[in-house]
């Protein structure tokens, strides 16, 4: 059993900064692949950002690569995601995803078993 639990969001203006997180808890850390999604309002679930459990490496949504900044800390089991120069299409609900190891198909949120609760950010103009 994986918990999940996101922090971090809240109410920006456009080009503000902001970085969220997601404490893991109920198993290694290191042997979880680790996500972010979001779902704004009426639209599907959309792929943010990913890093691999088998050596760390990333993937990006191509909304925003180049904005958004996945990492994780091996010391508190958290992950991050730190986002940068914040638009009004960024406003949704951000969760966090886990599976145990590898999957060739990062950007699948059905490849995912546990989720966080999520966290809203919502950016003004």
């Known amino acids: 059993q994986v918990v999940l639990v996101e922090s971090g969001g809240g109410l920006v203006r456009a080009g503000d900064s902001r970085q969220l997180s997601c404490k893991a808890s109920?198993?290694?850390?290191?042997?979880?692949?680790l996500a972010w999604f979001r779902q704004a309002p009426g639209k599907e679930r959309e792929f943010v950002a990913g890093?691999?459990?088998?050596?760390?490496?990333?993937t990006y949504g191509e909304s925003v690569k180049a904005r958004f900044a996945i990492s994780r800390d091996l010391d508190w089991d958290t992950l991050h995601l730190q986002m940068k120069n914040l638009q009004p299409d960024d406003t949704a609900v951000y969760f966090c995803?886990?599976?145990?190891?590898?999957?060739?198909?990062?950007?699948?949120?059905?490849?995912?078993?546990?989720w966080g609760q999520g966290t809203q950010v919502t950016v003004s103009t």
């Open positions: 890093i691999m459990s088998t050596d760390g490496s990333t």
């Open positions: 995803a886990a599976r145990f190891g590898f999957t060739a198909a990062m950007t699948n949120a059905d490849r995912y078993g546990y």
């Open positions: 109920g198993s290694t850390f290191t042997s979880l692949t």
